[in-house]
């Protein structure tokens, strides 16, 4: 493990340590400190801890100086347990995890890296790139990012198989999810709560890829892109309750695509929009909870399936009102649209062409 630490005066200091087997690092810092780290070795621990402002974790360049922001600390090895912890305002994170091990998500056995990032305060920003040497070959990573506060932004990247990736945001407003992984078999959970204007983006590449999001309070997107090429396909499942949200998903590729999204009583002013498209069959329920008003549903499902084409269905609870639902179902196959409507004044077009 190569770490180098900084303070007023500059790069001060420089550690060179070889661990082979196993290695535990723990590191904290007041206000203002930095963490250069690169670490190589199996069956690794390592802890970082910063509480204070304007706190960075980053990398060493080739040369041996410290890296810039964009430049990620790294950390190389099979069945690795980092944590990271930042607390206050400005703070930084640039991480990047290499691992080759095949293994398991439940009961965390033999797993390449298993990642903890807190981060609490305003303004944080974290980029973590697991697997970034781009090879895809690690099974069963497990990450796991909670923001607390305002305004904080963190990105993932991830490659491998049978990766596991769970995201929280609380009780603050404008933060920001956003995930670009590709591998296949990859289970993503996503909850945000409290506060509004929160952002989660997820691009998921690969077969039998399951999506998950919460969403509480006002004025927050999702946006999920599944793109999947075998019949195991992509399934997204989506629970939203509030005012204002904007929600999307697009699933792609010739496989077999399911959306279920539930609008929860009282939430009004939602934009849902559903796209499938595909040669495999496609599948889109949406649910509206009772008294919700003003909500605008669309769905689209184009190509279809060889054994069951494409199924619509869209519910709409007691006393929902002034309601705009739209249906698109286009291809050679057996197109169904299911609509249950409760309420006044509701508007639904329905277009089914083959």
Known sequence: MKTSRTGAGGLSRKILTILVLSAMAT???????SIYIEQSGDNSTITMTQDGSGNKVKGILLNGNAGATTDPAKLTGNAQTVNVEQTGSGNTLSLGVNSTQGGSVTGYTNIGVNLNYQVVGNNNTGLINVN????????GNVIDIQQTGNLNSTTLRMTGTSNQFTATTTGGNSNTITADVNADETTTV????????NSTTLDMTGNKGQVSVTTVGASNTTSVTQSAFSSTGATSLIDITGSGNTTSVTQ?????HYSN?????????????VSQTGNYNHSADIILGSGS?????????SGGGVNGGQTAVVELLSSSTYNNVSITQQGTVSNLSNLKISGNSNTYTILQKN
Not at 293 to 301: F, K, L, P, S, V
Request: glycine letters at 20%; proline letters at 0%.
């Open 261 to 273: 999204i539930l609008l929860n009583s009282g939430s009004n002013d939602n934009n849902i929009t």
């Open 132 to 139: 970034n040497n781009g090879t895809g070959t690690a099974i």
């Open 190 to 197: 996503i909850n945000q709560s409290g506060g509004g204007g």
């Open 252 to 256: 792609s590729g010739v496989a077999d």
């Open 293 to 301: 008003t003003n909500n605008t549903i669309g769905i689209t499902q």
């Open 27 to 33: 590191l904290g810092y007041a206000a203002d400190n």
